[in-house]
């Protein structure tokens, strides 16, 4: 039987000592912050926690959720907005960055905290969308008829019920010039029982083209329970994407680049984008030099199928699109 993800949600680990002890980690051992665990709070689903390698200190699984003093440091040409989306809010909720495609920030919610998520010091409490917004936002879509893409993002917009994502697709129907309706969400990894029966009656009863960006790093992300909901949302004719960061200490090895290409193509999910690390304040510890990175993804090229090769890419505040690197 699917475990409820709403429990599991509550039952997130949210103490540090808590998570060491399932880990079997010595804490006096490991980088640890309080102070950056107030700043930006740890949040693992029991469902991810599973698959870090008890007792290593260095899994790259954990780097990528335990606060650590490094996030403390300042680093030059890093800031609380690195890639311009407090400029581009049009009203509450709802950035316009690029042509023909909006953004709602649906929610400020997430069943992870990632620490080098570049939105970890957005202002939430202010603008991300209610019900009662969801209106405005909606007649803005009616009355723009270059739109023809809605990302949902966040925050995980998955962590809306399904009652309420049923509400906005029923909502995007009634748009005729709406072509697509984008899903950017890591919920698929690190909450596979999100996927639930009825979230998939509703990608599968939509006219308009639904695409889901998962957000995987490391091939060790995937296990069984990922797989299944994948080939479920693929059953689902919804077009599945992935999108990584380049990460020190997680990801910024050929090797690593390359199994994660070959496991998300095993499991139905094409690899998007490779993204060039947002220059959020607490999260220069993962930076990786532009020349290695280049290096890296000649390298992956050199060794995969070009299909299995993401995209480099960087994203600047007031470009019109992302930037390739």
């Known amino acids: 039987m699917t475990r409820s993800w709403q429990i599991q949600m509550q039952n997130a680990f949210t103490d540090l000592q808590t998570l060491c002890d399932y880990l079997e980690l010595p ?28 007792g290593n200190l260095h899994d790259p699984l954990l780097r990528q959720i335990l606060p650590i003093h490094d996030e403390l440091q300042d680093y030059d040409g890093f800031s609380n907005d690195p890639v311009g989306d407090l400029n581009a809010l049009k009203q509450i909720g709802l950035l316009h960055k690029y042509h023909g495609r909006v953004l709602l920030i649906n929610t400020g919610a997430c069943a992870i905290h990632c620490r080098y998520c ?5 202002p939430y409490a202010d603008l991300q969308l209610n019900k009662q917004q969801e209106n405005a936002v909606i007649q803005t879509i009616q009355n723009d008829s270059s739109i023809q893409e809605v990302i949902l993002s966040g925050g995980d917009p998955l962590i809306l019920n399904d009652d309420r994502l049923a509400r906005l697709f029923d909502e995007f129907e009634k748009i005729p010039t709406l072509k697509r309706i984008r899903i950017h969400t890591r919920l698929p990894i690190v909450l596979p029982d999100r996927i639930t029966d009825d979230l998939l ?5 939509c006219s308009k083209k639904v695409i889901v960006v998962v957000h ?3 091939a060790n992300e995937i296990d069984d329970d990922v797989a299944k909901v994948c080939q479920s949302l693929g059953l689902a004719n919804v ?13 910024d090895n050929t090797a690593a680049l390359c199994n994660l290409s070959e496991k998300l193509f095993e499991v ?4 998007y984008y490779l993204h060039f690390l947002d220059k959020a304040n607490g999260t220069g510890h993962f930076q990786v030099s532009k020349k290695k990175a280049l290096a890296l993804l000649n390298e992956v090229q050199n060794r995969l199928s070009g299909y299995l090769v993401p995209k480099l890419v ?3 505040a007031g470009e019109l699109s992302k930037q390739y690197l």
């Not at 077009?239 to 990801?251: A, H, Y």
Request: aromatic residues 8%.
């Open 27 to 54: 804490i006096n051992d490991l980088n640890l912050s309080q102070n950056a665990a107030k700043q930006f709070p740890l949040r693992v689903s029991l469902a991810f926690a599973e698959r870090i390698e008890k």
């Open 118 to 122: 570049f939105r970890r010091n957005f």
């Open 201 to 205: 009656v509703i990608f599968k009863n």
């Open 216 to 218: 995987c790093n490391h």
């Open 239 to 251: 077009t599945l994407l992935n999108q990584s960061v380049l990460l020190q200490g997680v990801n």
């Open 268 to 271: 139905g999910v094409l690899p």
């Open 314 to 316: 960087v994203e600047k």
